[in-house]
């Protein structure tokens, strides 16, 4: 894993789309040896982040950094983050197989490493059923177990996962989040865009709150919940509270209470 203390460096983040401004202005940074949580509300500018710390997607405008390397610097930078999108593209027509040589080949990752890693993984995840199945034939849980493997396979210092645990059952799920700690306690860095705040509150070392495109809120749970004086609340609460849901919520209960 990589020396650097600071795994990633994200300094006025700009991205918009035409005249829609989805990010404005965010800052943060990611420790190596983290989970960091990236929460918001539905629209509040997650995706369109990480698919910037990705390497998918041009900022408009601001700096990110990538264990030392700027994000325009794309070959040095992708072979440093393993990436599973919220909405999983994958090469159909092949084979799980195929797609993990391919993905090999294309990072030209030592074929002995590569092979017991795969290993590993695949009998991890109990994806060796559907190892020769070509990936269009395959249920969507499936689909995400050879997006994550396909993210894992370089044993990549850095990993960007936007809702990783999609379709995926509850024994992957263990697993997953299993495998997100132990690269954490090997000196790796995560970040982790999820809706699911349990999730969130079991896995994440420190959490940004964003809405609007904007961080509202940034520390480890126990600061947040001190912040919005919710000590004995959840994350979940204290999510609503920052986003300022709360009322609205309490609103539409009692709505709901009289139907």
Known sequence: MSSYDIAV???NLVVSYGSIMAVNGLTFQVRSGEVYGLLGPNGAGKTSTIKVLAGVLEPTSGYVEVF????SNEIAVKSL???VPESIVLLDSLTPREFFEFIASVRKLNSKVVNLRLSQLVSAFNLKEYFDTPIAALSMGTKQKVAVIAALLHDPPLLVLDEPLNGLDARSSRILKELILIHTRKGGAVILSTHI??????LCTRVGIINRGKLIGEGTIDELKKLV???EGSLEDVFLKVTEQENDLREIVKALERI
């Open 9 to 11: 460096k994200v300094e």
């Open 68 to 71: 030392g390397y700027p994000i």
């Open 81 to 83: 983050i393993g990436y």
């Open 197 to 202: 705040m349990e999730i969130a509150e079991k």
């Open 229 to 231: 004086k919710s000590v």
